[in-house]
Nanobody
Framework: QVQLVESGGGLVQAGGSLRLSCAAS????????MGWFRQAPGKERQFVAA???????AYADSVRGRFAISRDNAKNTVYLQMNSLKPEDTAVYYC?????????????WGQGTQVTVSS
């Protein structure tokens, strides 16, 4: 059974940076696309970024140019480098795998990590 564990969330001031990690286990993920999503209080979960097994990337317009997704297949880990953070980036961030449709539909999810950006 697939297991995704996110880490790296926390409290940061506006303009700061955080790096999220998602460690995958249960099987090999080197040929899986991976994604990051977020959900703010009272809002639906939204797509943030995705990376294919070949390294192709996709980003939501709201984060393009500020966030960068990457992966280390040897470690079964995907990362989300978040720079120039804004208060509106505050949300629970979820890692996902088992792509249904590129780049925004996945079927397996982690438990999430909280990111809070203060103004």
């Amino acid at each position: 059974q697939v297991q995704l564990v996110e880490s790296g969330g926390g409290l940061v001031q506006a303009g700061g940076s955080l790096r999220l990690s998602c460690a995958a286990s249960g099987r090999t993920f080197s040929r899986n696309a991976m994604g990051w999503f977020r959900q703010a209080p009272g809002k639906e979960r939204q797509f943030v970024a995705a990376i294919s097994w070949t390294g192709l990337t996709a980003y939501a317009d709201s984060v393009r140019g500020r966030f960068a997704i990457s992966r280390d297949n040897a470690k079964n880990t995907v990362y989300l480098q978040m720079n120039s953070l804004k208060p509106e980036d505050t949300a629970v961030y979820y890692c996902a795998t088992d792509q249904i449709n590129w780049p925004e539909k996945f079927s397996s999810w982690g438990q999430g990590t909280q990111v809070t950006v203060s103004s």
